[in-house]
């Protein structure tokens, strides 16, 4: 992984692997386990997921290959700020595109959408790759992380619409009981579309991944660690703001 | 009167910033493990997120939108919010020591609460006026360190519990944090 490799492989088969590494063997939801404030608030249906998702994939994108761009122009010590200041101004750039063209969705999506800047992937995304890398494979870093997160998001939006609503984007798939026609049916279990459905549905979420880590390590192929907040201590995380790596440059000076 | 009274119970306890709007989950997962640092985080948000929603309350009322620029209102309230957090880190440092003992490790930790930055963008969604604003900041921040205070709490007793191999660590944490939501989900009837 990395630019070391870049000499010996193709730039395709970079892409390609990029891609795969976001979707499936570090996917930001289930095995990293990060951005959870979006995860958690906006699943009530499998199209805020969706578009959730989408927004944060296009904000990722952009500023993975700006900051690609600029990569060897940003000073070390500064970094942090100017990776904000991008994201940012790609966020607002969304938030005004969704306003104008989805209002609906941006409507229910509300505070979340300018909440991206603060998503721990896509600062996680510019320190760790990003700013290491050249511009192509950052994109399809971008473009393989996002996707990761929207196939997250989605399925624990089907999740709970499923279980809160009995319906999948929007359309009833499974038929409401109707006690005074005496017909027989699902009965929506409303907590998983409130919020401590979200906060049950992503436990047994952790506790899934427990298992398959479990089973993963005996087979002797460990899976990625977690790296969130759900990693069990926020000090711990690797990632750029959260654990205030802001001041990271300072530190090194200090030693 | 009235109505600042209302907001202030309405942000820290209807609409807990954590357990029904789901911001700053992170610090309430990853520093609820003891009561005493728990509400050492607690009072490190609630000294942030009031100056925060002061600061940028008074920028948004004085500069931005009397420039007519207030679509720069993310990119601005992020970088100030970070620059904030770095000030008051080294203010504290130099001439309250013995306050940025206490707090100083959880200050970075804080730049990216979601809720600082929650804060200051809903008090302009909602037109809240520089007063307001900072009532709401506070009471907000005050919601936070009452779910990170009272989950510390749980989170101790839960330690001599035999909780299932599977659930240790994050995911017993959350099925509590969802048993407290539905909790506080009892308030909402209080305005």
């Known amino acids: ?255 | 009167m009235t109505e600042l009274i209302l907001t202030a119970i309405g942000a820290a306890i209807v609409n807990n910033v954590v357990l029904s709007q789901f911001l700053g989950i992170c610090p309430f997962l990853g520093v609820s493990k003891k009561v005493d640092t728990a509400a050492g985080m607690g009072a490190a948000v609630i000294f942030v997120t009031s100056l925060a929603a002061f600061v940028t309350g008074m920028i948004y009322k004085f500069i931005l939108a009397p420039a007519d620029v207030t679509y720069l209102q993310t990119i601005v309230f992020i970088v100030v919010i970070a620059a904030l957090v770095q000030f008051v880190e080294m203010f504290l440092k130099k001439f309250m020591h013995s306050l940025y003992e206490s707090l100083g490790v959880y200050l970075p930790l804080i730049t990216t609460n979601c809720a600082v930055l929650g804060v200051a963008l809903n008090s302009v969604t909602y037109g809240y006026g520089i007063l307001k604003t900072v009532v709401y900041g506070f009471s907000t921040a005050f919601g936070f360190f009452i779910a990170i205070v009272i989950m510390a709490g749980l989170r101790e007793k839960i330690e001599y519990n035999d909780v299932p191999e599977t659930f240790k660590g994050s995911a017993i944490v959350l099925v509590t944090a969802g048993l407290m939501s539905i909790a506080f989900f009892g308030f909402s009837g209080v305005i």
């Open chain 1, 1 to 255: 992984m990395g630019a070391e490799n870049n000499g010996n492989t193709g730039l395709g088969q970079i892409c390609a692997e990029r891609l795969q590494n976001g979707i499936i063997k570090e996917n930001p939801t289930f095995i990293l386990m990060l951005g959870m404030c979006p995860t958690l608030a906006v699943t009530t249906s499998a199209m805020n997921g969706v578009g959730m998702g989408l927004s944060t994939t296009v904000v990722l994108i952009m500023s993975n290959l700006m900051i690609s761009l600029l990569r060897k122009i940003i000073p070390d010590g500064v970094r942090m700020p100017a990776f904000i200041v991008v994201v940012a101004s790609f966020v607002t750039i969304i938030q005004f595109l969704m306003q104008g063209y989805f209002d609906d969705l941006y409507a229910s999506l509300g505070l979340y959408i300018p909440l991206i800047v603060v998503n721990c992937i896509i600062l996680g995304r510019a320190e760790s790759y990003a700013s290491k890398n050249p511009v192509i494979p950052s994109i399809f870093d971008g473009v393989g992380m996002g996707l990761g997160f929207t196939c997250g998001l989605t399925l624990i939006g089907i999740f709970r619409e499923l279980l809160g609503a009995g319906q999948i984007f929007g359309a009833q798939v499974l038929p409401l009981a109707d006690a005074a026609a005496g017909k027989a049916g699902f009965t929506p279990i409303t907590i998983f579309v409130l919020a401590p459905g979200a906060f049950f549905v992503l436990s047994m979420l952790v506790a899934v991944m427990n298992v398959l880590r479990k089973r993963a390590e005996a087979k002797g192929k460990p899976l990625a660690p977690a790296q969130g907040c759900l990693a069990g201590d926020c000090g711990s995380c690797g990632n750029a703001l959260c654990s205030g790596h802001l001041h990271s440059s300072e530190k090194k000076k200090e030693e």
